[in-house]
């Protein structure tokens, strides 16, 4: 077991490194960072005495070479547009990407399994069909069609809930958290259900067809037979075996969730990494780009390593092959 | 009838949420300033944000002319080149120290530094010397009637201060103490500061002036998205924002509650040609030569334009077209010379054919789609009504964060530039748009084209020295006759500034795009 999850960890500093190297290729191509830095009275050659002085000028294979040293010795860099160092914006902003994403998350599996369940078992059922019907249409709007809407219904139209930002938050070492107040959840509900929609579809209609796949199986026909309580027959034996390619999908979506909140960041102005990404893209910010495309790649290699894991801790079969 | 009660309760509920604190001011805009320190960066949203906290020598009224600041007043030098500032007395900073002429000398010497970005402004000065406490004379490298005006963001900081927290010079590649920390001697000061998510305000008990706003504390968010910036006025969260987009402005001034607040901005848009350019790089019907070198030719570009289509399907009637580079009211305005070429297609055509283009040709058009309002569509509006006339313009259109570095290549054939005089002034565009460029001095280094005519050149420097304003409005006069006549640049009009903001809150739009605390109300 720890030599699958030290080779895995090995692995992924490979994936990172790759992911930086085609980030590195792509950013000559975003714009040039020095005329977002500088004035517009500023000269030409106070411009190019900057460029020098950032190393711009150096070739590619220099500049990647420097940023990949620098980051394997910790050193993250500054970014272009506020001077402040990398490491601190991207970790300030973490909490703020995980939270909404976790939460996203906690609402399409509340949701989304549930909903599975009664519409596999009930598939002829009035409310089946409208269940379906409504996420069909929630997941073809595209997601900051969604945001806003929901932001111009329960935000400006009921002024219920608060249209941007995190509301009120709680400092708990370094990890500045939303959750612990009223007006944290008041401002998190609306993006996370934005950010959950496609999730909890993608949720619902697997466990659906998994849950009508498993019902028709012999084991399961065996059991009804045999007098096993539909109760104890759906959810202990039926939905449990459901759940390993639900896992899977779940699993390798949340990296998704968490690298694309990129648009729920910015339809809500959800100050996490998100939208940091999307302020330096505007800015050419480089340093700032590439530490968040090498994070995120990260954050990939660690969901699918605990994807592998959940698989052990779920499938008994596993855990046995592991043994021998 | 039943969204109309929703509308009602939303606007009930809101009220009820934010009129305990009355004084607390929340605004936003879409951008955040990216250092604290006002001389890191030459660019309008941080000194903007900056003029709130710290003080230069002079600074702009509400109607943009200078007015007294940290000094009270100034005089030209008698016998010799430059400038005299006494300064203001017994004002201090934010952390109680003493503001003296030291800490203008320091501030000089920091913002005319190689790490910062502002030194362009102090390109005239040859030297700056300290004669007591309140007295500070800046000499000029040759007479310089408008330098306080082109000071008047030049902010000063408190010497001992930056000293004392290792921020002498600003910062270039790694933060120092200035880009989070302020201690100025303005109105405001920080409270709290969170980059890119909240900064909070407090008035300065301590300032010198008295105060005209009523604010006790004022909340800065920046929010990028302008959809969602809308929606956070109209759902009272925020009390004013710039700028909102020119759609939105009917739904802002359809609610109860909301005002949008209209104005010019100092900005002129104008196309630009290739000059320079021996052959068209775009071209499908055209090679080996440039039929824009041909003044015929940019002035047939001229006639195609009709402004007031623009205005009408564009902007909804919030333009006014440009006959020169810089709008009516900025000091240098040609009245001389202030009608546009008329939208004229019929002799456009008389004019392509007398440069041996019957039928036109097709040539490349650059244009940037996020830096100006409604750029794109204002570049696709041209082109077809460049096409109306034969010029068959290859439209491409791309993020500004991209743009610059295409003109600085040179990949155009023609393109689209926004252009605010920094000093407020026409001096500003004749040497950025119109000299020869030349890097060595500082000349034309946004005239990406390379237009250049040897009695421009000639005459900027007279018009900058010149002290007697009716010989200099000659001498700029002639200078934007000559433009006009061979087509340097085509201006188009200028850009309308919109802001919006709920109805009890009683502000200044000035001119410049800048947001001052100080003229606010919440009534």
Redesign the interface.
Known sequence: MVYFIVKRMIQSVFVMLAVAFLAFSLFR????PI????????????QE??RE??GLNDPFVSQFIRFTGDMLQGDFG?SY?????VAD?ITERVPATLELGVVALIISLLVGVPAGVYTALKPRGIWTQTILMTTLVGVSIPTFVIG?ML??LF??????L????RGGTVQIGNWESSLFTISGWRALLLPAITLGVYQLTLTMRLVRAEMMEVMRSDYIRFAMARGVPMRKLHYKHALVNTMVPVITIIGLQFGGVIAFSIVTE????W?GMG??F??S????DIPVMGVYLVVIAFFFVLVNLVVDLLYVAIDPRLRLRDVE | MK?LK??F???A??LTAFSASAETFRWASNT?P??MDPH????APVLSFLNNIYEGLVRRNQGMSIEGSLAQSWEPLTNENGWRFNLREGVTFQDGSLFNSEDVMFSYERASS?AA?????FAPVKEVRVLDDYTIDFVTNAPNPLFPDSIANFMILDKGWAEANGAELP??????FA??NVNGTGPFTVASR?????TVLAPNAGWWGAAEHNITEAIF?????A??GL??L????IDFIQPIPLQDVAQVEGRNGFKVLEGEETRVIMFGFGHEHKELLYSSDVTGANPFQDVRVRQAAAHAIDIASIDRVLFRGKIDGASQLVPAGISGYSEANSTRSAYDPERAKALLTEAGYPNGFSFGLKCPNDRYINDEALCRAAASMFAAVGLNAELSTG?V??Y??QL?EDAFDMYLLGWSP?TFDMEHPIR?LLSTPN?EK?LG??NFGGYSNQRVDALLPSIQQEIDPAKRQAMVDEVVAITQAEAAYIPLYTQPLIWAAKDNIDLTQRADNFFMLRWVTVN
């Open positions: 191509f975003v714009g040039d005329t977002q830095m500088t004035g517009v009275e500023t000269s030409v050659a106070d005495r900057l002085e950032l500054y547009r506020t001077r402040q160092p914006m806003i932001i111009f935000g400006v139209q009921l002024g219920w608060p249209t941007f930002g910015s339809v809500f102005q100050p939208l940091l999307l302020e893209i505007r800015f050419v | 969204i929703l509308v309760i939303g606007g509920m809101s955040d990216q250092t890191a960066v030459n660019s190689e970005d502002v030194r362009s402004w910062a270039r590649d790694a933060e120092n880009t989070i969170d980059p890119g998510i909240k968010t920046p929010i990028g998205n959809a969602t929606a956070a109209l759902s009272g969260e993020p964060r991209d610059w570095p600085r920094g950025f890097s500082k280094s946004w």
